[in-house]
Structures are given as structure tokens and as C-alpha cells.
């Protein structure tokens, strides 16, 4: 009989240790998704006008360049280069931007909800909202949860925490963190004996392979790889990247100017 109780303990053990480990990990895994996500956001924001002039650019130049040769193969590229920037509408377009593969773009659920949507300040929240948030989420993880009914209270919280944390808004944080200590955590965290310890250990290990997955997908991400070559400033990096832009784009239009003029 002590050995079977003794064998249970190492195993709540086990389960504990697992636990704290996979809400680590997941917090990791969360915090570069928000950081991934606000890098693209701003990427399209700041660089996308500077894209398009030079796309409407490059066009003009080739169109240019096909009037007063009149060569076919000119004419050919001045073609493709405007269908380049008149591609065929995508369902996002059809739906003014609020929905893409992913399903409602935050513009787009917030028009439905009536919530108002803030651009991420910069792509990596400060450190007082960093160290707030990884608190908060130790607290009130959804893997803590002991029922289906708790889980649920705590996706939603954690949803609010995540959309707060990628604003970047340690005071948001702050009171979130204060609502969730007056309403109580739920339910203690119980591991049941037994047969259910060895469910729990084999649930965590799944739970990060799939984390693991989902990590390795967001890296292998053009916009991950970007995000993880920028270091410690990846804002400097698109202050970089515009800059460039806005040579080429100068670049571009004196080579029109030229071309116009002769």
C-alpha cells in the first residue's frame, strides 16, 4: 500500500513538473505568435504603400519604355508588369479586408462585435507588459483548469490577456490581473490517481508536440524568419527596410522623369 502511494506522489510529481513546463513553453510559443503577428501587421502597414509605388513604377517605366521602342517584347513586359498590380480580387478582397483564409481579420470582428481596434504600437510590447503578462498567464492558463466549464472561463480571459499584450498595454494588463485575483481562480487544480495520472502525462506530451509543431511552423514563416533575423529590434529593422524602399522608389521615379522627358 506505500508503495502504491509512494509511486502515486512521484507521479503527481511528474504531472506538476509537466505542467509547469508546458505552460512555459506555451507562453513562449504564444508570445512570438502576438510578436509574428504585430511584425506582419506593421510590415504591411509601413512597407505595402512603398511596395505598391514602386510595382505602379516599375509599370509606368516598362510602358514607357514599350511607347517609344515599340518592340513586342517590350510591349509584353509593360503588359505583365501592369497585371502585376491589378491581380484578381481574393475573398478578402470581396469582403473589404474582413475576412482572409484565417477567417475575420481584427478589423473585421470588430466591426461585428462594435469593439474598437488599436495598430500595435511596435512589434515587441515593452518589458513591464512582457513581465505582466507572463505572470498572468501562469495564473490563469486554461491547462489548470479541473472541467470543461472552467477551461472555457479561461480561454475567454486568456483571449482578452493575448489581445491586450499584443497592444502592447501594461495597464490593460495590470487590470486584467486585478479582475482575475477579485473573481477568484476557479476551481483548485486536482490531478485525479492512478490511471488518470498517466492520462495527464500522456495529454501533456501530445499538447507539446503540437506546440512544438506550431512553433516550428511560425519560424519556418517568412514573416517568423524576418521577426527572428531582426534580433533585438525588429522595429529597427522595418525603419531599415523602409528606408531602402524609399531610395528605390526615388530611383524609380527619376528613371521615369527621364524617360518622360526624352
Not at 116 to 134: H, I, S, W
Request: hydrophobic residues 40%; negative net charge; proline residues 4%.
Amino acid at each position: 500500500m506505500a508503495d502504491d502511494q509512494d509511486v502515486t506522489e512521484r507521479l503527481e510529481r511528474a504531472v506538476r513538473a509537466a505542467e509547469t513546463a508546458l505552460i512555459e513553453f506555451e507562453i513562449a510559443v504564444e508570445t512570438f505568435r502576438i510578436e509574428v503577428e504585430n511584425f506582419s501587421r506593421l510590415h504591411e502597414q509601413r512597407l505595402g504603400p512603398l511596395y505598391a509605388r514602386l510595382e505602379e513604377l516599375d509599370a509606368r517605366i516598362a510602358e514607357a519604355v514599350a511607347a517609344r521602342t515599340g518592340d513586342p517584347d517590350d510591349e509584353r513586359r509593360a503588359a505583365e508588369a501592369r497585371a502585376a498590380i491589378a491581380p484578381m480580387p481574393q475573398v478578402s478582397d470581396l469582403f473589404q479586408g474582413w475576412l482572409d483564409s484565417e477567417g475575420f481579420s481584427p478589423e473585421g470582428y470588430a466591426m461585428l462585435t462594435g469593439q474598437t481596434v488599436q495598430e500595435p504600437p511596435r512589434v515587441r510590447p515593452g518589458e513591464e507588459a512582457r513581465k505582466v503578462y507572463r505572470e498572468l498567464v501562469r495564473l490563469c492558463h486554461p491547462d489548470l483548469a479541473v472541467d470543461a466549464s472552467e477551461r472555457d472561463r479561461r480561454d475567454a480571459f486568456l483571449s482578452r490577456v493575448n489581445q491586450a499584450y499584443a497592444r502592447g498595454d501594461a495597464d490593460a494588463l495590470r487590470a486584467l490581473a486585478d479582475e482575475w485575483e477579485r473573481g477568484g481562480q476557479g476551481p483548485e487544480s486536482a490531478v485525479g490517481r492512478g490511471e488518470e495520472l498517466y492520462a495527464r502525462l500522456e495529454w501533456l506530451a501530445s499538447r507539446k508536440e503540437l506546440l512544438a509543431d506550431a512553433a516550428k511552423a511560425l519560424e519556418d514563416s517568412a514573416i517568423g524568419s524576418m521577426l527572428r533575423m531582426a534580433g533585438d529590434d525588429p522595429d529597427g529593422m522595418l525603419a531599415e527596410i523602409a528606408e531602402g524602399l524609399r531610395r528605390r522608389v526615388a530611383e524609380r521615379e527619376a528613371e521615369l522623369a527621364g524617360l518622360l522627358a526624352g
